[in-house]
Antibody
Framework: EVHLVESGGGSVQPGGSLRLSCAAS????????MNWVRQAPGKGPEWVAI????????HLADSVKGRFTISRDNAKNSLYLQMNSLGGEDTAVYYC???????????WGQGTLVTVSS | QSALTQPASVSGSPGQSITISCTGT?????????VSWYQQHPDKAPKLVIY???NRPSGVSDRFSASKSGNMASLTVSGLQADDEADYYC??????????FGGGTRLTVL
Protein backbone atom coordinates (compact mmCIF):
# COMPACT_ATOMS: atom_id res chain seq x y z
CA GLU A 1 0.00 0.00 0.00
CA VAL A 2 1.27 3.44 -0.96
CA HIS A 3 2.02 5.79 1.92
CA LEU A 4 3.16 9.39 1.70
CA VAL A 5 3.87 11.14 4.99
CA GLU A 6 4.73 14.83 5.04
CA SER A 7 6.51 16.65 7.86
CA GLY A 8 8.18 19.97 8.54
CA GLY A 9 5.24 22.32 8.46
CA GLY A 10 4.62 24.96 11.09
CA SER A 11 4.40 28.68 11.71
CA VAL A 12 6.98 31.04 10.27
CA GLN A 13 7.32 34.80 10.00
CA PRO A 14 7.18 36.56 6.63
CA GLY A 15 10.51 36.33 4.89
CA GLY A 16 11.38 33.11 6.71
CA SER A 17 12.21 29.65 5.46
CA LEU A 18 10.97 26.10 5.98
CA ARG A 19 11.93 22.71 4.62
CA LEU A 20 9.21 20.14 4.07
CA SER A 21 9.91 16.43 3.84
CA CYS A 22 7.88 13.52 2.52
CA ALA A 23 8.59 9.89 3.35
CA ALA A 24 7.34 7.50 0.69
CA SER A 25 6.69 3.78 0.94
CA UNK A 26 4.73 1.01 -0.76
CA UNK A 27 5.98 1.68 -4.30
CA UNK A 28 9.23 1.99 -6.23
CA UNK A 29 9.86 5.64 -5.42
CA UNK A 30 12.72 6.04 -7.90
CA UNK A 31 10.44 5.16 -10.83
CA UNK A 32 7.98 8.02 -10.41
CA UNK A 33 7.78 11.76 -10.94
CA MET A 34 6.81 13.39 -7.67
CA ASN A 35 5.10 16.69 -6.92
CA TRP A 36 4.12 19.15 -4.24
CA VAL A 37 0.60 20.56 -4.35
CA ARG A 38 -0.71 23.12 -1.88
CA GLN A 39 -4.17 24.21 -0.82
CA ALA A 40 -4.81 27.51 0.92
CA PRO A 41 -7.62 27.57 3.51
CA GLY A 42 -10.99 27.46 1.78
CA LYS A 43 -9.43 27.40 -1.68
CA GLY A 44 -8.79 24.84 -4.40
CA PRO A 45 -5.51 22.99 -4.85
CA GLU A 46 -2.56 24.66 -6.56
CA TRP A 47 0.26 22.73 -8.19
CA VAL A 48 3.65 23.87 -6.85
CA ALA A 49 6.52 21.75 -8.15
CA ILE A 50 7.52 18.54 -9.90
CA UNK A 51 10.75 16.52 -10.04
CA UNK A 52 11.84 13.79 -12.41
CA UNK A 53 12.39 10.23 -11.12
CA UNK A 54 16.18 10.55 -11.26
CA UNK A 55 16.15 14.16 -9.98
CA UNK A 56 17.70 15.37 -13.22
CA UNK A 57 15.07 17.99 -13.80
CA UNK A 58 12.50 20.09 -11.97
CA HIS A 59 9.71 22.50 -12.85
CA LEU A 60 8.12 25.00 -10.52
CA ALA A 61 4.99 27.10 -10.69
CA ASP A 62 5.56 30.75 -11.52
CA SER A 63 4.20 31.73 -8.10
CA VAL A 64 7.13 30.03 -6.31
CA LYS A 65 9.89 30.14 -8.90
CA GLY A 66 13.10 31.56 -7.46
CA ARG A 67 11.91 31.00 -3.88
CA PHE A 68 11.18 27.25 -3.64
CA THR A 69 13.36 24.26 -4.53
CA ILE A 70 12.16 20.69 -4.94
CA SER A 71 14.57 17.80 -4.45
CA ARG A 72 14.58 14.09 -3.69
CA ASP A 73 16.78 11.36 -2.25
CA ASN A 74 15.88 8.06 -3.88
CA ALA A 75 18.13 6.14 -1.47
CA LYS A 76 15.94 7.41 1.37
CA ASN A 77 12.63 7.31 -0.54
CA SER A 78 12.19 10.94 0.36
CA LEU A 79 10.95 14.12 -1.31
CA TYR A 80 11.74 17.63 -0.12
CA LEU A 81 10.56 21.20 -0.62
CA GLN A 82 12.83 24.04 0.48
CA MET A 83 10.78 27.21 0.85
CA ASN A 84 12.48 30.60 1.20
CA SER A 85 11.23 34.19 1.33
CA LEU A 86 7.85 33.02 2.53
CA GLY A 87 4.86 35.36 2.38
CA GLY A 88 1.26 35.22 3.53
CA GLU A 89 0.22 33.90 0.15
CA ASP A 90 2.20 30.75 0.89
CA THR A 91 -0.02 29.82 3.84
CA ALA A 92 -1.53 26.46 2.91
CA VAL A 93 -1.61 22.74 3.49
CA TYR A 94 1.21 21.23 1.45
CA TYR A 95 0.69 17.78 -0.03
CA CYS A 96 3.26 15.34 -1.36
CA UNK A 97 1.72 13.61 -4.37
CA UNK A 98 2.65 10.73 -6.66
CA UNK A 99 2.33 11.36 -10.39
CA UNK A 100 0.90 8.89 -12.92
CA UNK A 101 1.65 11.11 -15.89
CA UNK A 102 0.97 14.67 -17.03
CA UNK A 103 0.54 15.91 -13.47
CA UNK A 104 -2.28 13.54 -12.57
CA UNK A 105 -1.98 12.38 -8.96
CA UNK A 106 -3.10 8.96 -7.77
CA UNK A 107 -1.82 9.16 -4.20
CA TRP A 108 -1.69 12.08 -1.80
CA GLY A 109 -0.16 12.41 1.65
CA GLN A 110 -2.18 13.70 4.58
CA GLY A 111 -0.63 17.16 4.17
CA THR A 112 1.38 19.46 6.41
CA LEU A 113 0.19 22.96 7.32
CA VAL A 114 2.43 25.96 6.71
CA THR A 115 1.31 29.23 8.27
CA VAL A 116 3.12 32.45 7.42
CA SER A 117 2.24 35.21 9.83
CA SER A 118 3.89 37.85 11.97
CA GLN B 1 -2.83 30.72 -16.04
CA SER B 2 -6.46 31.28 -14.98
CA ALA B 3 -8.29 28.64 -13.03
CA LEU B 4 -10.72 26.37 -14.83
CA THR B 5 -14.36 27.36 -14.37
CA GLN B 6 -16.68 25.13 -12.37
CA PRO B 7 -20.12 25.80 -10.87
CA ALA B 8 -19.87 26.63 -7.19
CA SER B 9 -22.43 24.06 -6.20
CA VAL B 10 -24.67 21.27 -7.47
CA SER B 11 -27.15 19.09 -5.65
CA GLY B 12 -29.19 15.96 -6.14
CA SER B 13 -31.25 13.42 -4.28
CA PRO B 14 -30.06 9.90 -3.48
CA GLY B 15 -30.24 7.71 -6.56
CA GLN B 16 -30.24 10.61 -8.97
CA SER B 17 -27.43 11.67 -11.32
CA ILE B 18 -25.60 14.98 -11.41
CA THR B 19 -23.10 16.47 -13.83
CA ILE B 20 -20.35 18.96 -13.01
CA SER B 21 -18.91 21.04 -15.83
CA CYS B 22 -15.36 22.33 -16.10
CA THR B 23 -14.58 24.98 -18.69
CA GLY B 24 -11.09 25.82 -19.85
CA THR B 25 -9.35 27.07 -22.96
CA UNK B 26 -7.41 25.86 -25.98
CA UNK B 27 -4.29 26.07 -23.80
CA UNK B 28 -5.44 23.45 -21.31
CA UNK B 29 -8.55 21.27 -21.64
CA UNK B 30 -8.75 21.82 -25.38
CA UNK B 31 -5.09 20.96 -25.92
CA UNK B 32 -4.67 17.59 -24.28
CA UNK B 33 -6.61 14.55 -23.05
CA UNK B 34 -5.04 14.92 -19.62
CA VAL B 35 -8.01 16.08 -17.58
CA SER B 36 -8.39 14.69 -14.07
CA TRP B 37 -11.06 14.96 -11.40
CA TYR B 38 -10.60 14.84 -7.62
CA GLN B 39 -13.05 14.27 -4.79
CA GLN B 40 -12.30 15.93 -1.45
CA HIS B 41 -14.17 15.31 1.76
CA PRO B 42 -13.82 17.87 4.58
CA ASP B 43 -10.39 17.87 6.22
CA LYS B 44 -9.19 15.10 3.93
CA ALA B 45 -6.71 15.01 1.07
CA PRO B 46 -8.12 15.02 -2.46
CA LYS B 47 -8.74 11.63 -4.06
CA LEU B 48 -8.31 10.93 -7.77
CA VAL B 49 -11.57 9.67 -9.32
CA ILE B 50 -10.91 10.25 -13.05
CA TYR B 51 -7.70 10.65 -15.10
CA UNK B 52 -6.99 11.14 -18.80
CA UNK B 53 -10.54 12.46 -19.30
CA UNK B 54 -12.41 9.18 -18.90
CA ASN B 55 -10.34 6.66 -16.95
CA ARG B 56 -11.19 5.48 -13.43
CA PRO B 57 -8.39 4.41 -11.09
CA SER B 58 -8.69 0.98 -9.57
CA GLY B 59 -11.17 0.99 -6.71
CA VAL B 60 -13.21 3.97 -7.88
CA SER B 61 -16.89 3.21 -8.36
CA ASP B 62 -18.21 2.97 -11.91
CA ARG B 63 -20.89 5.45 -10.82
CA PHE B 64 -18.25 8.05 -11.68
CA SER B 65 -17.89 8.81 -15.38
CA ALA B 66 -16.50 11.72 -17.35
CA SER B 67 -16.13 13.17 -20.82
CA LYS B 68 -14.67 16.07 -22.75
CA SER B 69 -15.79 18.14 -25.70
CA GLY B 70 -13.66 20.97 -26.98
CA ASN B 71 -12.62 23.16 -24.08
CA MET B 72 -15.11 21.70 -21.62
CA ALA B 73 -14.91 18.58 -19.47
CA SER B 74 -17.70 17.03 -17.42
CA LEU B 75 -17.97 14.66 -14.49
CA THR B 76 -21.15 12.65 -13.94
CA VAL B 77 -21.98 10.93 -10.68
CA SER B 78 -24.87 8.52 -11.04
CA GLY B 79 -26.87 6.73 -8.36
CA LEU B 80 -26.02 9.43 -5.82
CA GLN B 81 -25.11 8.22 -2.36
CA ALA B 82 -24.65 10.16 0.86
CA ASP B 83 -20.89 9.60 0.77
CA ASP B 84 -20.65 11.36 -2.59
CA GLU B 85 -21.24 14.65 -0.79
CA ALA B 86 -17.89 16.41 -1.15
CA ASP B 87 -15.99 19.04 -3.09
CA TYR B 88 -14.96 18.11 -6.61
CA TYR B 89 -12.08 19.66 -8.54
CA CYS B 90 -11.14 19.32 -12.18
CA UNK B 91 -7.58 19.79 -13.36
CA UNK B 92 -5.85 19.95 -16.72
CA UNK B 93 -2.32 19.76 -18.02
CA UNK B 94 -1.44 22.91 -19.95
CA UNK B 95 0.57 23.86 -23.02
CA UNK B 96 3.23 25.41 -20.78
CA UNK B 97 3.75 22.11 -18.98
CA UNK B 98 1.98 23.37 -15.91
CA UNK B 99 -1.26 22.25 -14.27
CA UNK B 100 -4.38 24.28 -13.66
CA PHE B 101 -7.19 23.36 -11.25
CA GLY B 102 -10.80 24.41 -11.24
CA GLY B 103 -12.25 26.47 -8.43
CA GLY B 104 -14.17 23.50 -7.09
CA THR B 105 -17.82 22.40 -6.92
CA ARG B 106 -19.61 21.51 -3.70
CA LEU B 107 -21.89 18.50 -4.27
CA THR B 108 -24.75 18.28 -1.82
CA VAL B 109 -26.81 15.11 -1.54
CA LEU B 110 -30.27 16.21 -0.46
Amino acid sequence: EVHLVESGGGSVQPGGSLRLSCAASGFIFSNFWMNWVRQAPGKGPEWVAIIKPDASGTHLADSVKGRFTISRDNAKNSLYLQMNSLGGEDTAVYYCVKDIGYKQFDHWGQGTLVTVSS
Amino acid sequence: QSALTQPASVSGSPGQSITISCTGTTSDIGAYNHVSWYQQHPDKAPKLVIYDVTNRPSGVSDRFSASKSGNMASLTVSGLQADDEADYYCASYTTTGSLVFGGGTRLTVL
